[in-house]
């Protein structure tokens, strides 16, 4: 009889232990950095915490699950009735129970200070890493708040919900409920980005006045986050195109009338739903006046932006700690991956774009908790939808080389970095696609030409420091005065935002991240990664970058 132990053909080694046990906070530098700097220092130990939390087995375990096992629509009970239910995996659910207790859907609000948006910044950052689809009820929420709390009595009456720490999923009457989400529905078939071709139509109940019921009739072929409260729609009312506050449950404690049709299949952000909706005169609330939808709109957009910013770069941050955790416990030709020429200058370039990402976004983010700040909001203004084109964009292209340095093995789904290349793409197109975004970017020079003495203002420091960089400010500062076509708004926002992230990492990055920016990012055309050039201290980029990850 031959021995089992006969027929084993091989030993398994070689292989890196799994990204697991770690700190997602403490392992970042460039984070942690960040948060001291923008304001948020008294926040470490809260956001050490919850770092850690997120870095568990168990917790990554949640994310993996929660995205291989998307949501399902039952629309009827099993008598015939109507419950239009989104059932979602109990993995879902325990994220999203993470990220409402630690406030990242509404603290800024709730419990206002200095930083607070910071903080609440770097919540989301993290939260993604481990599960990007949660962040869309998230997001929603948080930029929903401010509206809602101008809105009238019976809206505001919700606050308390969505301020509430304890996250509750089930599908019931907000009034029975211990804390509640926003969604938002806004595209229809016949509109896309084009807000204003929206065909639903809103009928008042009484007068018409602001905070006043509405019944509502038509359709949305997105309504982001269906499973949530209550939703923020356009509708043509009468006097226009307006803003509307749609619960799931009237105050009757009935099942309003929307009707959701199918969730979407979607590329990526798989564990949030996405749903075809159709009103079948539902019960709405007017928020704001008639005809001043849009700019309602407008105003959660910025929030939603910023997070698109915050996300996309939390995102990069963890392909890039994947693909350093395997470059440094991978051999081949007889050295580490990390230390292989080749593979150290692509790893040292993928922590630059990721280091100058992440100081931008939390940048933008000190900006928002200067609310009443005129320089700080025309900053803002300008910078934030320039950078969710850039760092949007170059979100999908960092995630596909992070993903090439484990080669076979990260085109695997087991490796989970498909589900963070999958992932990105959805940054660039919600809120605006590419060429919406840098369309509002000229919006905003016309309409704001103060913007860009908030701009000159944030790059003054850097002048004479170096003089690449003082050339890419003047074309910066000078091209809008020059004249910009609707050709040119792409090159610009991506010149715009590059320089800002230049100017950041020359006042605070370490000089060996700083100097390989200037050196690689400030003029002149970027290929694909791995082109920096001698002379770097590639190896101290890299540990900078991996410092902390096991």
Same mark, same amino acid.
């Given at each position: 009889m031959v021995e089992p132990s006969a027929f084993r053909t091989h030993e398994v080694f070689n292989q890196p232990p799994p990204l697991e046990g770690y700190n997602l906070f403490s392992s970042d530098a460039a984070l942690i950095e960040a948060v001291r700097r923008e304001g948020a220092?008294?926040?470490?130990?809260?956001?050490?915490?919850?770092?850690?939390?997120?870095?568990?087995?168990?917790?990554?375990?949640h994310g993996a699950l929660a995205n291989r096992d998307?949501?399902?629509?039952?629309?009827?009970?099993?008598?015939?009735?109507?419950?239009?239910?989104?059932?979602?995996?109990? %993995?879902?659910?325990?994220?999203?129970?993470?990220? !409402?207790?630690?406030?990242?859907?509404?603290?800024?609000?709730?419990?206002?200070?200095?930083?607070?948006? /910071?903080?609440?910044?770097?919540?989301?950052?993290?939260?993604?890493?481990?599960?990007?689809?949660?962040?869309?009820?998230?997001?929603?929420?948080?930029?929903a708040a401010p509206v809602l709390a101008q809105a009238g009595a019976s809206v505001r009456a919700l606050l308390p919900k969505l301020y509430s720490r304890r996250y509750d999923p089930a599908?019931?009457?907000?009034?029975?409920?211990?804390?509640? +989400?926003?969604?938002?529905?806004?595209?229809?078939? *016949?509109?896309?980005?084009?807000?204003?071709?929206n065909t639903t139509r809103a009928a008042p109940?009484?007068?018409?006045?602001?905070?006043?019921?509405?019944r509502i009739v038509g359709h949305k072929w997105f309504m982001s986050a269906p499973m949530c409260d209550a939703f923020l729609i356009l509708a043509q009312a009468p006097g226009g195109l307006s803003c509307f506050f749609v619960p799931r449950w009237t105050p009757d404690g009935d099942l309003n009338a929307l009707r959701f049709q199918r969730l979407k299949d979607k590329l990526g952000n798989r564990s949030n739903a996405s749903a075809e909706v159709?009103?079948?005169?539902?019960?709405?609330?007017? /928020?704001?006046?008639?005809?001043?939808?849009?700019?309602?709109?407008?105003?959660?957009?910025?929030?939603?932006?910023?997070?698109?910013?915050?996300?996309?770069?939390?995102?990069?941050? *963890?392909?890039?700690?994947?693909?350093?955790?395997?470059?440094?416990?991978?051999?081949?030709? *007889?050295?580490?991956?990390?230390?292989?020429? +080749?593979?150290?200058? !692509?790893?040292?370039? +993928?922590?630059?774009?990721?280091?100058?990402?992440? %100081?931008?976004?939390?940048?933008?983010a000190r900006a928002f908790?200067?609310?009443?700040?005129?320089?700080?909001?025309?900053?803002?203004?300008?910078?934030?939808?320039a950078a969710k084109f850039w760092v949007c964009k170059r979100g999908p292209i960092l995630a596909a080389e992070a993903l090439e340095v484990l080669g076979g093995a990260g085109y695997i789904e087991d490796s989970g970095m498909p589900r963070l290349y999958r992932e990105?793409? /959805?940054?660039?197109?919600?809120e605006g696609s590419g060429n919406v975004v840098c369309l509002d970017v000229l919006r905003a020079l016309q309409r704001e030409p103060r913007c860009l003495e908030a701009v000159a203002a944030e790059l003054a420091p850097l002048a004479g420091v170096d003089r690449r960089l003082d050339a890419q400010i003047e074309v910066v500062l000078s091209a809008p005065r020059q004249g910009l076509g609707e050709g040119d708004l792409r090159r610009y926002c991506r010149d715009l935002v590059v320089?800002? *992230?230049?100017?950041?990492?020359?006042?605070h990055a370490p000089p060996i991240i700083s100097d390989a920016f200037l050196a690689t990012r400030v003029g002149g055309e970027r290929g694909a990664f791995g082109l920096l050039p001698a002379g770097l201290d590639l190896h101290g980029i890299v540990d900078r970058a991996g410092d902390g990850l096991t």
């Open positions: 220092d008294w926040a470490l130990d809260d956001l050490t915490a919850y770092g850690e939390q997120l870095g568990t087995a168990e917790t990554l375990q998307p949501p399902r629509l039952h629309a009827f009970d099993r008598f015939g009735r109507r419950i239009d239910w989104v059932e979602h995996h109990p %993995a879902y659910h325990a994220l999203m129970g993470m990220q !409402v207790a630690q406030g990242i859907h509404a603290s800024p609000w709730s419990e206002p200070k200095p930083g607070a948006h /910071v903080h609440r910044a770097a919540g989301l950052y993290m939260s993604g890493q481990v599960e990007a689809g949660t962040s869309c009820p998230i997001s929603m929420t948080y930029a599908h019931r009457p907000v009034a029975e409920k211990s804390g509640a +989400l926003i969604g938002m529905g806004m595209t229809e078939k *016949q509109g896309g980005s084009d807000v204003r071709a109940l009484a007068s018409g006045a602001p905070g006043e019921a509405y159709e009103f079948e005169g539902a019960l709405g609330w007017l /928020v704001g006046d008639e005809g001043r939808g849009v700019a309602t709109i407008l105003e959660m957009v910025g929030y939603t932006r910023l997070d698109n910013v915050l996300g996309s770069a939390g995102v990069q941050r *963890q392909a890039l700690a994947q693909a350093l955790h395997h470059a440094r416990h991978r051999t081949a030709f *007889q050295k580490r991956l990390v230390d292989q020429p +080749l593979m150290t200058n !692509v790893l040292a370039d +993928l922590a630059l774009e990721v280091e100058a990402a992440t %100081a931008l976004a939390f940048r933008l908790d200067a609310r009443e700040d005129e320089p700080e909001t025309l900053l803002r203004r300008l910078v934030t939808p990105l793409p /959805v940054y660039s197109i919600w320089t800002v *992230q230049a100017a950041l990492l020359a006042r």
